[in-house]
């Protein structure tokens, strides 16, 4: 049974960072794309980031890019992101999600989420 | 950016009604097109991708149809484990969700 554990979601102020972890089980980890979805209650769902089972390709959302960075330990079975310049829209639940294939934004398995809170 | 839209916002509907979900992209994302299931608190769940594969465990009383600039998902007959919210989401250019379609007890 696939399992995906999210850790790392907490308060932070306006421009702190935080990084998101996400502990997978239960498939072979480094054959399928990762991703990190976010949802909050105004905009919706929204694809923030993907990176390829085999580390070699990213993507990200125009309003993340050059502020997170998604990256995978495939020894570890673990997808990190790293979020640094923190605005108060990026307040909301965080999923990360496994992908049916090596790369894709798709999602056929998804964590529980942690929550993200951009505030002072 | 592909933006998308679903119709309607919200849906009434009773247990054993067939429900249909449309959705619509701005431009074409050819058949990139998956459908998710969510429930309050929990996250959403695959229903259906391409366009039209369901998956695995999901019944079969969805289904999905369209390509291009329009999809859209049908419930056979509704079921009461079937009140939720529905995203469309094209996965042709990155991605993007549509709004969500509540389903709802009439």
């Known amino acids: 049974e696939v399992q995906l554990l999210e850790s790392g979601g907490g308060l932070v102020q306006p421009g702190g960072s935080l990084r998101l972890s996400c502990g997978a089980s239960?498939?072979?980890?480094?054959?399928?794309?990762m991703s990190w979805v976010r949802q909050t209650p105004g905009k919706g769902l929204e694809w923030v980031s993907v990176i390829s089972g085999d580390n070699v390709k990213t993507e990200y959302a125009d309003s993340v890019k050059g502020r997170f960075t998604i990256s995978r330990d495939n020894s570890k079975n673990t997808l990190h992101l790293q979020m640094n310049s923190l605005r108060a829209e990026d307040t909301a639940i965080y999923y990360c999600a496994k992908g049916p294939f090596n790369w894709g934004t798709l999602g056929d398995s998804w964590g529980q989420g942690t929550m993200v809170s951009v505030s002072s | 950016d592909i933006q998308m839209t679903q119709s309607p916002s919200t849906l009434s509907a009773s247990v054993g009604d067939r429900v249909i979900i449309t959705c619509r992209a701005s431009q074409s994302s050819r058949s990139s097109l998956a459908w998710y299931q969510q429930k309050p608190g929990k996250a959403p769940k695959l229903l259906i991708y391409q366009g039209s594969t369901l998956q695995s465990a999901v019944p079969s009383r969805f289904s999905g149809s369209g390509s291009g600039t329009e999809f859209t998902l049908t419930i056979s007959s509704l079921q009461p484990d079937d009140f939720a919210t529905y995203y469309c989401q094209q996965y042709h250019d990155f991605a993007t969700f549509g709004p969500g379609t509540k389903v709802d007890i009439k």
């Open positions: 239960g498939f072979t980890f480094s054959g399928y794309a």
